[in-house]
């Protein structure tokens, strides 16, 4: 079974801490997306990672994908209320276009 | 652009009866998903199709569930009969045609079905 596994599960955190969300994997991916999901709505897309080593920045968040394409990290610096949601690093193992979400990470930043 | 449509956004039904979701993808997607959320399971993928044809079903847990995309701008999911088991927030998402193998989507806002 291919699987993502996110951690931590929980994290509840005060404004302006620092965290780092991982997803890690047995399968190589062709590509890991982040997508972050408010209550009441759909998960929406923040980054792609494609290339192993890969480093992206978004504002606050930084996102790399592993060497080996089997694992990404999300880190959130200087965390707001606003980032409070469940994150979800997903993708297709390499070979296939069969989709698979990690299990999630649910973070409440408290102001 | 108007993003991925679904409705119901709200669906109260009885157990037993027939159930239809209906989602409308990004124009000039090429691919669409249907999932499944639930606390306890996360996300699912059920179905997937490009250019209108499933690809892939194993998802879908029963017979009891069905999936069709009659065309590139439509596509239902249908549970008949419903069971309270079924209650969950269904998603549909659609993709662009992978070019340099990001494989994005872009979700819909979800139906949430209750099934008493």
């Known amino acids: 079974t291919q699987l993502l596994e996110q951690s931590p599960q929980f994290l509840s955190i005060q404004e302006g801490e620092n965290l780092t969300v991982y997803c890690n994997s047995s399968?190589?991916?062709?590509?890991l997306q982040w997508y972050r999901q408010e209550p009441g709505e759909g998960p929406v897309l923040l980054v792609t990672?494609?290339?192993?080593?890969e480093v992206k920045k978004l504002k606050r968040l930084t996102f790399q994908f592993g060497d080996a394409r089997k694992d990404s990290s999300l880190h959130i610096t200087a965390a707001q209320p606003g980032d409070t949601g469940l994150y979800l690093c997903a993708g297709p193992p390499s070979g296939t276009y069969k989709y698979i979400f990690g299990t999630g990470t649910r973070l409440k930043v408290l102001a | 652009d108007a993003g991925v449509i679904q409705s119901p956004r709200h669906e109260v039904t009885e157990m037993g009866q027939e159930v239809t979701l209906r989602c409308k993808p990004i124009?000039?997607?090429?691919?669409l998903f249907w999932y499944r959320q639930t606390m306890m399971r996360g996300l699912e993928l059920l179905i997937y199709f490009n250019n209108n044809v499933p690809i892939d079903d194993s998802g879908m847990p029963e017979d009891r569930f069905s999936a069709k995309m009659p065309n590139a701008s439509f596509s239902t999911l249908k549970i008949q009969p419903s069971e309270p088991r079924d209650s969950a927030v269904y998603f549909c998402?659609?993709?662009?045609?992978?070019?340099?193998?990001?494989?994005?989507?872009?979700f819909g806002p979800g139906t949430r079905l209750t099934v008493t």
């Open positions: 990672v494609v290339t192993g080593g």
């Open positions: 998402a659609s993709s662009p045609v992978d070019r340099d193998s990001k494989y994005e989507q872009y």
């Open positions: 124009s000039g997607h090429d691919y």
């Open positions: 399968s190589v991916f062709s590509s």
